[in-house]
């Protein structure tokens, strides 16, 4: 059997085109080559405006955390880059440290988690230590040390942000939802992307650690257009009168009118049995109907001004579709 399955091999393909087909891994200069676009991350390029709300944030949260810990602190931006949101669950340890806050005016939740040893850092160097490394070697619950501490750093974040964001959106944050387990935490579907924006703490000793501000895209999507843009989002002139522009220039749009002064019934068998020279009975007409479109604007009267017929208006009708 094997000897037949080697011939029907050989059959389909030459062992040229067998060797080919393994040694070709990379496509060919200006071959057309797959496109993951699940995997796509939003750079720094794409949202300069981002990383410059990022930098005034840094400079507020390097200050307030050098005088909470009462020595000095580096704070700095590690990445920023959009995962799916399944991805980013996955990769969290359990028991976690996560808070979910809503950003007014956006819609959605968004999400803070602080990596667990860097709170133990600074819960160790807010009462005295030099805030060395300690050791975790298995997960286990933040102390109650730990928790308040993180709560006062999540308020001075808050606040922290709000400053930096001020410059494309004025925001508030509502009060904070704890929790420790990355499984009850829902804040977009498993296929939907996050935007996470991860900053890296460090204490003098190279010792630290991070914590990452994530919104759904669909929660920042109504400030992507000014996070393109360096300066923010181009604002309208407002020195422009736009209602008047705007009745300006409505003011001049022509438009075809028409006179209605009679109009009758007729079913689809009478209209369809009309024929040259039939006669359509219409009752005399007490008053014309000046429309525009199907629309009756005004009331007339039918008469004739020189040598023209005309109408003369009467006064206004109730705008809305003509019946019929």
């Known amino acids: 059997m094997s000897n037949e399955s080697d011939n029907a091999a ?36 794409r949202l300069p405006m981002l990383e410059v709300l990022h930098q005034s944030f840094i400079t507020l949260q390097r200050t307030a955390l050098s005088t909470l810990v009462k020595r000095e602190v580096q704070v700095s931006l590690q990445k920023i880059e959009t995962v799916k949101c399944a991805d980013y669950f996955a990769a969290l340890e359990s028991p976690a440290c996560l808070d979910l806050v809503g950003i007014k005016p956006l819609k959605g ?20 230590g030099n805030g060395r490394s300690i ?23 808050f606040a922290d942000l709000k400053k930096a964001w001020a410059a494309v959106a004025q925001i508030e944050f509502d009060s904070p939802r704890h929790e420790s387990n990355p499984q009850f935490v829902n804040i977009a579907s498993s296929g939907d992307g996050l935007l996470v924006n991860r900053f890296q703490v460090e204490f003098p000793g190279g010792t630290g650690g991070t914590f990452d501000f994530v919104m759904p895209e669909t929660m920042f999507e ?3 257009e000014a996070l393109r843009h360096p300066g923010g989002a181009p604002r309208a002139d407002s020195s422009v009168n736009w209602p008047a522009t705007l009745r300006e220039h409505l ?21 369809v049995a009309l024929k040259p020279g039939d006669v359509l009975s219409i009752d005399a007409p007490g008053a014309a109907l000046l429309c525009v479109g199907s629309v009756p604007v005004y009331s007339a009267k039918f008469g004739i001004s020189g040598e023209r017929n005309a109408l003369k208006l009467t006064g206004p009708t109730p705008a809305g579709p003509r019946k019929g």
Request: glycine letters at 6%; charged letters at 30%; a neutral charge.
């Open 10 to 45: 050989k059959a389909l393909i030459s062992e040229e085109e067998a060797s080919a087909l393994l040694e070709r891994k990379e496509p060919r200069a200006g071959e057309a080559r797959p496109l993951d676009l699940a995997k796509l991350r939003i750079t720094h390029g």
């Open 109 to 128: 939740t968004a999400l803070f988690s602080m990596d667990p040893a860097l709170l133990d850092q600074m819960v160790e160097a807010y009462y005295g």
């Open 135 to 157: 050791a975790r070697e298995t997960p286990r619950a933040l102390t109650p040390a730990a928790q308040r501490l993180g709560q006062m750093l999540l308020k001075q974040i």
């Open 222 to 224: 109504p400030l992507r």
């Open 251 to 271: 003011g001049e749009a022509v438009v075809e009118v028409r006179g209605v002064l009679a109009e009758t019934r007729l079913s689809l068998r009478e209209l």
